[in-house]
């Protein structure tokens, strides 16, 4: 289905639901057919190996950072890494990818993880750009849209660039209750050799843990976050888990809540990709490139080349890979026994929604839709383990979320498989199952991984966790000060490209004293300035027809509920990073409708990615209990690259 039809659809059914507007229609979206992969020299998802190959575990001991003395020195480099890929011939090929690594260690994708106790001895850590080759940078693996608000487009850095000061990065520990200079925010990137840092860059080495970090054990995550470029260094390998544990949820046999440890603790990384037939990572940036998409304008007439010479390279809207990766390896195997097993779940997408579900399957079968479903259980998500064991047949999973399951593999016949299936498609996401023109021709993106019950059964005493049962987690509750009205909106650079926005639901002054409503860029004054130490609720109002999963820096969060709503959509002109204008919305007279719904299963624990549905506005309550600066976003990293993300700031200024 092309984006414009999507967006135009989308906005109907936006429209139904009360919220109006005239919107242009912006960048198109097209499934590509194998013919037209093979003919632009990419890898054909038809003709790669399903559950071959087998899986990395990232919770496994041997694949864990070592720190010496409360320090570790992580670097970023470049390195080739075999995927399982097939190339033209059927022989296997290497990818070019960069990825995380111990200094003086060799790197990979995904990194290593990081494990710490919470409320236990801090970690100090270096992070070390070293992309580059001897004395020169490398070029980035994939094309960089200069026309975006990005590092190189800041006053001051304007005359630098990639070739010949290299490509920037900043990690950001998703989910650590971060010190604001090490945060990870997006203008505190830095050059190889830290020859270029950021507007905001403080220190080289990063602090996380101790007493006023996270308190309790869960699964977060860390990655690269510079400015307009995140989208493209995480497509290249910059992602890796980090795991909290505390007093209950051990990682040891003897765990006080009965949990499966090591070795039957998993952690798997989903991200989806697209391959050359030579093994390089292929992300569409040019027209005639499959999954490009033409610009228009509101009449339909291209726009002019001299905007993107050469016609780009450019930024799309979404970007959805046909090849599915667990842990850098395309659609893995992993062996188990016939007992419990904890799966630590990361969706490490750009745009990919998925509903997870888990198929049984006969021995060597390789697609879903020939299984019966196994119930599962969601034990926690994101920064917390639940209350209790929730027995479920499916969950929704949004980019940049975790889920954290216990599979039951007991009642599984010895050499039989357990596929997990993806029942969402392969465009955005709106809120229900797709559409035959929402899914890729011949698609494989319906399969993530599989299981095969091959494994002897082990002398070790297999755990118990049933539906129901105690685990302590859950997210506290506070009382809030203030309610804030904020806004999701969808609209359009100054080149007419499709821009998602944030912005407010309300008439707000920012803390430069000026009055503002709707749509923001991330170049405007803070709007939201929560005192330091108070509990605020914040309404997410979704006046765009896509799903987006909202992250914000700093806090955990409670998802509230969520209720639809109508309003007027009314247009705006968007003051863009340039001096240029795009066009924006506000909203007004918005009316609740119906009764509101509470948190799905796997919300209801401590978040910090919340899923903003179309028409529907979705409450959470945080503490800001940290002073300075973060960032809140859309974790479709498309989207946050291209403005849809804002400061926040805590306690008083400078802002």
Known sequence: MKRRDFLTLSIRSAMAAGLTASIPLALLRSHSSHAALLAAGLSDPAAQPLFVNSAPNALSPGFRYAASGGNLRIRVAETVQMTGLLGAGGLPVATRVWGYGPHNGPVSWPGRTLELQANGAPLDVTWENELIDGAMPLSHLLPVDGSLHWVYSLAGYQHLGIDTDGVPVVTHVHGGHNDSPFDGNPEFFFSPRFKVTGPRWEARSYRYGGPDWNAVAGTLWYHDHALGITRLNVYAGLAGFFILRDADDTGLPDNPLGL???????????????????????????????????????????????????????????????????????????????????????????????????????????????????????????QSLRQTAAQVEQAD???????????????????????????????????????????????????????????????????????????????????ASRTRKLALFEGTDQYGRLQPLLGTAEPVMDV????????????????????????????????????????????????????PFKARLIEQPLLEF??????????????????????????????????????????????????????????????????????????????
């Open 512 to 563: 430069a004293g000026n009055w503002v409503n709707g749509a923001l860029a991330w170049h405007s004054p803070v709007t939201e300035n929560p005192d330091l130490h108070s509990s605020e609720i914040w309404e997410l109002y979704n006046a765009t027809g896509d799903a987006h999963p909202i992250h914000l820096h700093l806090v955990h969060f409670e998802v509230l509920d969520r209720q």
């Open 260 to 382: 499966p440890a090591p070795p039957y603790e998993l952690g798997f990384a989903i991200q989806d990709r697209m391959f050359r037939h030579t093994g390089e990572l292929f992300y569409p940036a040019f027209p005639g490139d499959p999954f490009y998409g033409d610009f228009i304008d509101e009449e339909g007439a291209e726009l002019p080349e001299e905007i993107f010479p050469g016609g780009g390279p450019s930024a799309l809207a979404e970007f959805f890979g046909d090849h599915m990766l667990v842990n850098g390896v395309i659609w893995p195997r992993y062996g188990v026994e016939q007992r419990q097993y904890r799966v630590r779940l990361l969706n490490g997408c750009d745009s990919r929604f998925m509903r997870l579900c888990f198929k049984l399957v006969m021995a060597g079968e390789t697609d879903p839709s020939m299984g019966v479903r196994l119930p599962f259980q969601v034990i926690g998500s994101d």
């Open 397 to 479: 999973f949004a980019p940049g979320e975790r889920l954290d399951l216990l599979v039951d593999f007991k009642a599984v016949p010895w050499g039989a498989r357990v596929i997990i299936e993806n029942l969402l498609g392969d465009a955005p996401f709106g809120g229900r199952e797709p559409k035959r023109e929402d899914l890729f021709p011949d698609r494989r993106t319906d399969r993530i991984m599989a299981f095969d019950v091959v494994v002897p059964l082990s002398a070790r005493a297999d755990t118990g966790i049933v539906h129901g049962s105690w685990l302590g987690g859950g997210a506290p509750v506070t009382a």
């Open 578 to 655: 340039d001096g240029s204008f795009g066009q924006g919305y506000r909203l007004e007279d918005i009316k609740l409708l119906g009764q509101p719904r509470g948190p799905a299963p796997q919300e209801q624990t401590r978040r910090d990615m919340v899923v903003a549905l179309p028409g529907e506005v979705t409450r959470i309550r945080a503490r800001f209990d940290k002073p300075g600066h973060f960032v809140w976003h859309c974790h479709i990293l498309s989207h946050e690259d291209h403005e849809m993300m804002r400061p926040f700031h805590v306690g008083p200024g400078p802002y």
